[in-house]
């Protein structure tokens, strides 16, 4: 875990994320797609809600590795598309430093970029976003999260 870059955690839960991605389609709902571009992995989730909430059916990915668990490292495009993103709706779970984003602005330079999260260093690389967080914030996705069992408060008092 890299303490020293991520001071705060903000956790997500399902319902929230559902509850967050269905606002940002209330922004979006208007407008007419062609298709959704998911950025994998992180970007599958959201953009499957999405389709769903704009009955979208055509989505494709751009698959990009940036993140090594908590620390960015080298960018690897593993599949890219054929276009430049006219019509298409680009997504992502969150912008961070804008490393990935800037990448997939060049590939995609006219998609529409949204992501549910963003940063103060990536947030200007999308077109939008629902919720700004802390550039030191971890954000920890439902996705990477397990149920773990806790005990009943009074053992752990007693111990």
């Known amino acids: 875990m ?3 870059r991520y001071r705060q955690h903000f956790t997500v839960s399902w319902d929230q994320l559902h509850r967050d991605v269905r606002e940002l389609c209330h922004q ?3 407008r007419d ?3 959704i571009i998911a950025i994998t992995r992180g970007g599958l989730i959201p953009a499957a809600l999405i389709a769903r909430e704009l009955n979208v059916r055509l989505i494709d990915t ?3 590795r940036s ?3 908590m620390e960015q490292s080298q960018l690897d495009v593993l599949k890219g598309v054929d276009h430049d993103g006219d019509g298409w709706l680009l997504v992502d779970d969150l912008v961070d430093t804008g490393k990935t984003a800037r990448a997939v602005r060049e590939m995609l330079p006219k998609a529409h970029f949204v992501t549910i999260y963003a940063k103060p260093e990536g947030k200007p690389l999308v077109d939008q976003y629902l919720t700004e967080v802390g550039q030191q914030c971890w ?3 439902p996705w990477d999260m397990g149920v773990a069992y806790v005990e009943p408060l009074v ?3 007693k111990k």
């Open 62 to 64: 751009v698959c990009i």
């Open 28 to 30: 979006l709902v208007a």
């Open 139 to 141: 954000i920890q996705f």
């Open 67 to 69: 993140y090594d668990h």
């Open 155 to 157: 053992d752990q008092v």
């Open 2 to 4: 890299s303490s020293h």
């Open 33 to 35: 797609f062609k298709g």
